[in-house]
């Protein structure tokens, strides 16, 4: 006989839904990482080759005598090394859920964040200092501009790039201006030009630093987000 009762089927606690929900959430987190990452470590691929391109042509020579090791193939090298050394551990870390990795990622950018503001802080504090040591730094290469072939593919390159000569004017050079001077009476010194580059361009590198900053950020949150993502999943699922 027809009692007049319905069975309505029991909706499921949310601990039914948690483990894929949690699940999916885990997959969107560690593609979007990975892929991040594997984008940067192209480019650290492409910074390192590029530097190492430059070491051996040897190109653009070596501007501060008493910083040999301070070229741009070098600096290019060291960039290109560390990006791909993170980007890996990123791609690594996340595609493998791996914690371990995860948490060297996160702690490397944090150095390398570090490093960034208190370099900026440096440079901000002792600016005066800095722009002596670099005017000494000119005045002390440019005297061995015949005698070295790095220093003289250095300046050469420099003033025609800037379109500037010696380090205050066409006067620092004693036996006469090198070819790679630009003719003209009202020629700027090198060490001018270069700051009045750095101070018209001063908002647009303020602009790059800043979203390098931010895109750190974004990957430490990610990398931290990824790691407790994985610990609740793990709770969920009983593991």
């Known amino acids: 006989m027809f009692s007049g009762r319905v069975d309505v089927p029991e909706e499921p606690t949310n601990g039914a839904y948690y483990p894929s929900m949690g699940m999916s959430s885990l997959k969107l987190l560690k593609y979007v990482l990975f892929f991040f990452n594997f984008l940067f470590w192209v480019c650290g691929c492409c910074i390192l080759g590029f530097g190492i391109h430059l070491l051996v042509q040897n190109t653009y020579g070596i501007l501060f005598r008493n910083l040999p090791f301070l070229t741009l193939g070098n600096v290019l090298v060291i960039v290109g090394s560390i990006i791909m050394v993170v980007a890996f551990l990123g791609c690594m870390g996340s595609i493998k859920e791996n914690k371990c990795l995860l948490m060297s990622f996160f702690v490397l950018l944090l150095l390398i964040l570090l490093a960034e503001v208190t370099l900026a802080i440096l440079l901000f504090v002792y600016e005066k200092k800095i722009n002596t040591l670099v005017a000494e730094g000119l005045n002390d290469s440019i005297q061995h501009y015949h005698s070295d072939n790095s220093t003289r593919m250095a300046w050469d390159f420099i003033q025609s790039q800037l379109q500037c000569c010696g380090v205050n004017g066409s006067s620092d050079w ?40 931010v895109i750190q950020v974004l990957g430490m949150s990610f990398a931290l987000t990824l790691n407790c993502q994985i610990d609740k999943t793990s709770q969920a699922l009983g593991l």
């Open 174 to 213: 004693i036996s006469g201006p090198p070819s790679s001077c630009p003719s003209g009476a009202d020629v700027q010194g090198c060490y001018k030009k270069g700051q009045a580059w750095f101070h018209s361009n001063f908002l647009y590198i303020g602009i790059v630093t800043i979203c390098v900053c």
